[in-house]
Structure formats: C-alpha cells, structure tokens
C-alpha cells in the first residue's frame, strides 16, 4: 500500500502562462461598404467524413464482452465496429481493456489484459483510413508490445468486508495483469499507462511505437495501484490515484518530457488520518495549480487503518498541488434528488465552468441497478452549486446503469460518457446538458469501455 509522506512544495515549478493573441480591428480609413452588417459568419474548417491528417472528430472504445473496437464520430453521430481479428498482425483472442487515439486519428494504442495463453499486450494501430459514409476503417498493427508473460496474477492486497455498507466486489480484486490509466504527456512523445494491478507505470514513445528508456516506473510507497498520472497542461506535474481500498492519497510527480522519467514530489491525503475519503478514479485538471478528484469507497474495509474513525463516503475535492492540501467540496447524499454525491464517484470532468461528475453503483451490496450523471456550477470551486441529476429513464436511456467514464471533446462542446455494464455510450451537450445521441445494444454495443476522444490528454 501507499505510504503517506509530507508534500514538498512546489515553488521551482512555474505555470505556464497563456497570453491571448492580436484580433485585427477594422481598417478605419476603408469606406463602411466594404463591410458587412450584421457581420458575415466566418467559414470554420469542419472534418470531412474520411480520415485525413487533421484533428478528427472521432472518440474510441473497446467492447469487454465481444471484444470489438468501437469509433465514433461525435459531430455526424456515426458508429464504425472494427473486429480486431480482420486487422493484419493481431496475436489473437484477447481480452481488452483500454483505447487511446492520437488527435489526427492516425493511430490508435488499445491494451488488453493477461490470460493463460497471452501477456498483456500495449498494440499499437495504424489507421490507414476511415470512411464514415461507408462505415468501414481500416487498421494495421504497428507494433506490439507485452508487458509481462501469459499467467501472471495481479499483485493486489488482500481485503475483506467487515461490515455491511462496504461490499468487496469481484470486479475489483483483479484476475491478472490489468493495463489502466492511459494519458499523454504535453509537449513530448511519450504515453503513460500503469498496471493497476501492480506497481508499475509503462512509458512507451508514441513516435516510434517502443518502451522509453525509463519504462517500467516502479517507486515504491506511490505506483502501486494506480490509475492514470494525469498531467496538467504544461506537462510539468502529474498526478497519481490511489485505486484500491483504503488509499487516501494523490501522488504527486514532477516529469521530464525530454525523458518522460517521474520525480516523486510528495503526497496530497483527502482529509486526514482520523476521517478521510479512499479509492479514487480520476483527477481532472482546473488550470496549472489546482486539480478535482472524487472518491468511490463508502465505509471502512480490512484494510483501513485503527486510527481511522470514518471513512467519507463518496466526494469531490479540489487538489492545491502547491500547498499539497486538499479540500472536500462536494459532500456525499443519500437522496436522489439532493446536492451531494449519490453514488461511488468513478470520473469527472470540467467543462464551460461545470463539473460533471459519474457515478456508478458497483461498490457496495448491489450491483449496477442504476447510475447517474450530476452537474454542478464550478463559478465558485471552492462551493460548487448542485444544477442537476441526470437519471436512468429520464435524460438517460431506460436501464441505464454505472456512468463509468467520461471524454470531452476537445472543444469541450459534448461530453461522451461510457457505461460497460448497460452497453451504452452517450454524447450530453454541455450547452444544455441534454443526452443528444445515444449508441447502445441496439447498435451492437454490449459492454463498451476505455472511451477516449482525439485530442485528449485521456
């Protein structure tokens, strides 16, 4: 388990400032004809519907169940189901796990879990092309990287329940090596996944398809069960997880993008020893100092500490990576329509100042008999304001269940969210925070995850 230490500051790191550029004024010696009033829309570039080298508006996932590939293009609602035993160069019948696609849309990074027969594999695709009219890619495997050898068991620790909120589901212990948490780093050509189900943190060149020279990262108190170090946008600090039972803490890393090596910079514990939440999904980025995180654990397990008196439920917490000090900013509810956390918090995302949040049932004595989307006012993130539940049978699809993972789109225009347990992904307008398009089983669609939009850093 992780080891919790005193934060370093983090004073040598500077953020990156952005400065707006020059908008031309009218020409005021030009004579008034020459204009337009009211003025003329301006012809913005828009993706044609074949693949080409510009940024794409397509989004990937794989299927658990059926094992497929899925792309979709979010801006002409289409759907494209690719059978990764058609791609020249594929090893065989694997299970998947997660996608990545480059912001052109002329690669794409999936990884599948170890079975009896096969390592976990990072495969690296080249798309040769995408024809959305026609509903047909087509993919060749680059490169093909394992991870370990056929057999190998996870390394997670042992939990048991020991009352009767907190369930220890199956789906979390782990069957063998599970590869998670993808994420680019900015401003360099690396690729960061980590087995979550161990200690490990893969780096791999995206360039040239192999493992950086500092891959695997192992740093002992902080990589173990881990899901995704998430980078602010300078690429300058990441943030680490702490995806299992009982660990209450975000890791924080300075990163070198000439290497793509992690510094260890310390520890951020979301609330302290005697009452703290645990088991966290995802940190999504606010600007180059502060991040959100949410927790998914309810109550206390084999694991927790004697000097833990409660363990938070389900909540959001804004992360000051250079105080090193978090602050709860979302409580826990236990009413459907009330202004808190209703489910375990698995994702989050900010987008046009609002904070979305997925929730999932899966972690404590039921399973997946709902799962919600909520939206808060960020104006103020320190005291989010509670705008909305997104709810099965209503804004979202009859028996949808566990709102698993979120992509915006790069211009923060749709949100697709992905549930593996229902089959659906959905696209939510975050203008009006209306479901606008669904895929789901009736598409072919049975347990989609690993959802990932081009021009994302996850």
């Not at 495997?141 to 907190?166: I, R």
């Not at 904070?355 to 005291?383: M, P, Q, W």
């Not at 969210?417 to 992904?425: D, I, L, M, N, P």
Request: overall charge negative.
């Amino acid at each position: 388990m992780k080891r919790l230490s005193r934060l370093v500051p983090l004073a040598a790191i500077c953020a990156l400032t952005l400065s707006a550029g020059t908008v031309s004024a009218i020409d005021e010696t030009s004579p008034l004809s020459a204009y337009q009033y009211p003025p003329k829309p301006l012809p913005i570039w828009q993706s044609p519907n074949v693949y080409n080298n510009y940024l794409q508006p397509v989004a990937t996932s794989i299927d658990y169940h059926t094992r497929m590939i899925y792309l979709f293009n979010y801006e002409n609602d289409k759907l494209i189901i690719v059978d990764p035993l058609s791609i020249p160069g594929w090893p065989g019948d694997l299970p998947l796990q997660h996608t990545v696609i480059m912001p052109e849309g002329n690669k794409i990074f999936i990884t599948s879990d170890n079975t009896p027969d096969h390592p976990s594999y990072i495969i690296a695709l080249s798309v040769n092309s995408i024809n959305w009219d026609a509903g047909s890619a087509s993919l060749t495997v680059d490169a093909l990287l394992p991870v370990d050898t056929p057999n190998t068991p996870s390394e997670l620790p042992f939990v048991k329940p020991v009352n009767g909120v907190q369930a220890i589901p199956n789906w979390m212990i782990g069957r063998g090596t599970q590869i998670h948490g993808p994420t680019l780093l900015p401003y360099s050509d690396f690729l960061y996944f980590t087995e979550f189900t161990s200690d490990r943190v893969r780096v791999i060149n995206h360039k040239t398809n192999q493992f950086a020279s500092v891959d695997p990262i192992v740093i002992p108190g902080y990589t173990e069960q881990t899901h995704g170090v998430n980078f602010n946008r300078s690429g300058t600090i990441g943030l680490g997880t702490g995806y299992f039972f009982d660990n209450s803490v975000i890791d924080v890393y300075k990163s070198n993008r000439e290497t793509g090596a992690l510094e260890v910079v310390g520890q951020i514990m979301l609330g302290n020893e005697k009452r703290h939440a645990a088991l966290t999904h995802f940190v999504y980025w606010l600007d180059e100092r502060y991040a959100v995180t949410a927790s998914m654990q309810f109550d206390k397990t084999s694991l927790t500490p004697s000097t833990t008196e409660k363990i938070i439920p389900p909540s959001v917490w804004i992360l000051d990576t250079l105080a090193g000090f978090a602050k709860k900013i979302a409580d826990p509810t236990i009413d459907v329509n009330g202004a808190g956390v209703l489910r375990s918090a698995s994702d989050i995302a900010v987008v046009n100042g609002k904070l979305y949040v997925a929730e999932e049932d899966t972690l404590d004595n039921t399973f997946a008999n709902d799962g919600f989307i909520s939206v808060f006012d960020l104006t103020n993130r320190d005291k989010p304001r509670f705008i909305k539940r997104l709810k099965p049978g209503f804004e979202l699809p009859k028996g949808y269940t566990v709102a698993h993972t979120i992509s915006p789109t790069p211009d923060n225009r749709y949100l697709l969210v992905a549930s593996w347990v229902s089959g659906y992904v959905i696209k939510i307008d975050t203008a009006t925070d209306t479901v606008t398009k669904v895929w789901g089983p009736s598409d072919g669609l049975v347990q989609p995850h690993g959802i990932f939009a081009a021009g994302g850093l996850r």
